[in-house]
């Protein structure tokens, strides 16, 4: 059975920083895009960023792109999402998810029925 399991999250003050790690199971990691989403109270699930099988391109977010990077370390199952410069609007509950097919190009990597397994989500929570 798949299962991912994000770590990490919690209170940060404005303009400090956090990382994220999500650890996998049950799947052959390698084989998946993962990709970070994060939904706000009353708004919709918005995609972060993704990375690809091999870790070679990644897609990010305009919100987000200079301050968060994604990372993978497949021999770990983990993919981690280091957040730097964070603002009180980046607070929200942060989901990991696993693609089974490459996910190629942004259109596609962004988008959340993409894919197929999901965590169970983190708090993260920026103080202004």
């Known amino acids: 059975q798949v299962q991912l399991v994000e770590s990490g999250g919690g209170l940060v003050q404005a303009g400090g920083s956090l990382r994220l790690s999500c650890a996998a199971s049950?799947?052959?990691?390698?084989?998946?895009?993962m990709g970070w989403f994060r939904q706000a109270p009353g708004k919709e699930r918005e995609f972060v960023t993704a990375i690809s099988r091999s870790g070679g391109t990644t897609y990010s977010a305009d919100s987000v792109k200079g301050r968060f990077t994604i990372s993978r370390v497949n021999a770990k199952n983990t993919v981690y999402l280091q957040m730097n410069s964070l603002k009180p609007e980046d607070t929200a509950v942060y989901h990991c998810a696993a693609g089974q097919a490459g996910l190629v190009g942004r259109t596609v990597a962004g988008s959340y029925e993409s894919y197929d397994y999901w965590g169970q989500g983190t708090q993260v929570t920026v103080s202004s």
């Open positions: 049950g799947l052959t990691f390698s084989s998946y895009t």
